[in-house]
């Protein structure tokens, strides 16, 4: 019973792992969306220009904000939206703990 239990308690943690990250990877996709449709509008705008005040108007459902995360050791995430996809930072450096930035967990992947 007990080797059943911890089974299905590590299972459980790597779902919810998972979830975070894919949630995570939605945000960024939502944002580059964001991004692109902003420079849509405003071709001669680099994107190491972009404030959040300029993203935040495309961005779905208009939240008011730019989206918010914690890394898988709850830590507060920042969306560098300075670069095209937008990648989460950490402490200055960019956050993806899976094993590819073509994987849409913690990433904006293939879009």
């Known amino acids: ?7 299905v308690t590590y ?10 990250a894919r949630t995570a990877g939605e945000q960024l996709k939502a944002v580059y969306i964001a991004q692109k449709s902003y420079m849509a509008d405003h071709p001669t705008k680099s994107p190491s220009s972009l404030t959040s005040s300029n993203i935040i108007p495309y961005l779905p459902g208009n939240p008011g904000s730019l989206p918010s995360t914690k890394s898988l050791d ?3 995430l920042t969306i560098n939206i300075s670069l095209m996809p937008p990648v989460f930072d950490l ?21």
């Open 11 to 20: 299972s459980a943690s790597s779902i919810t792992e998972w979830r975070k």
């Open 91 to 111: 402490g200055g450096s960019t956050y993806d703990p899976s094993d590819t930035a073509e994987d849409g967990l913690w990433d904006a992947g293939g879009l």
């Open 74 to 76: 709850d830590e507060d």
């Open 1 to 7: 019973m007990l080797a059943l239990a911890s089974i």
